[in-house]
């Protein structure tokens, strides 16, 4: 996965967002963290695999790798926003269960929220991404989806999402 690419792509799309909503300059650490805390409870959902109540499996795998990207587009915005763009995931130890990396994964975006630094974004990072290893994502995989919606996400500004 080439995240130079990524971050430049993020970085484009941040800056048509902040031009387009009237919003250079302004401060947007809060909201893209909440965004994208919000994304992972969506990500969650989808895999359903806190749901032990329920018999339903999770949606389709198309669906939850869109759901996974939508997190990688407010990671790369963060780390934009905070200047640690040379950052890559490394791979680490994953949680016995994909509900504990859940847990890790938010985990890491309030220490993140709480810090702002390198250590803790490489944390997160590492930490998300992994999350991805265990939703059975490839590399390839998540590049790929990345790029198809960051177009969607564009198309989206133009229509007055």
Same mark, same amino acid.
């Given at each position: 996965?080439?995240?130079?690419? &990524? ?5 484009? &799309? ?15 650490? *809060? ?10 409870? +969506? @990500? ?10 329920? #018999?339903?499996?999770?949606? *389709? ?8 990207? *939508?997190?990688?587009?407010?990671? @790369? ?8 763009? *040379?950052? #890559? ?16 994964? #938010? ?6 929220? /709480? ?7 490489? @944390? ?14 490839? #590399?390839?995989?998540? +590049? ?12 989206? /500004? /133009?229509?007055?999402?």
């Amino acid at each position: 996965m080439n995240m130079n690419t &990524l971050f430049h792509m993020q970085r484009g &799309l941040d800056s048509y967002i902040e031009k387009e909503h009237n919003l250079e300059g302004t401060d947007l650490f *809060d909201q893209k963290v909440l965004a994208l805390l919000v994304e992972i409870g +969506e @990500l969650a959902n989808e895999t359903r695999c806190f749901k032990f109540w329920s #018999t339903k499996g999770p949606s *389709d795998r198309s669906v939850i790798l869109e759901e996974f990207v *939508d997190g990688v587009h407010f990671i @790369l915005s963060l780390g934009i926003l905070t200047n640690w763009t *040379d950052t #890559t995931p490394a791979s680490q130890q994953p949680a016995k269960t994909v509900t504990d990396q859940f847990l890790l994964v #938010t985990g890491a975006i309030h220490a993140f929220h /709480q810090s702002k630094t390198k250590k803790a974004y490489q @944390l997160l990072m590492n930490r998300f991404f992994t999350l991805g290893d265990m939703l059975g994502f490839s #590399t390839k995989e998540v +590049e790929e989806a990345y790029i198809a919606k960051n177009e969607v996400n564009y198309k989206r /500004q /133009q229509s007055g999402y």
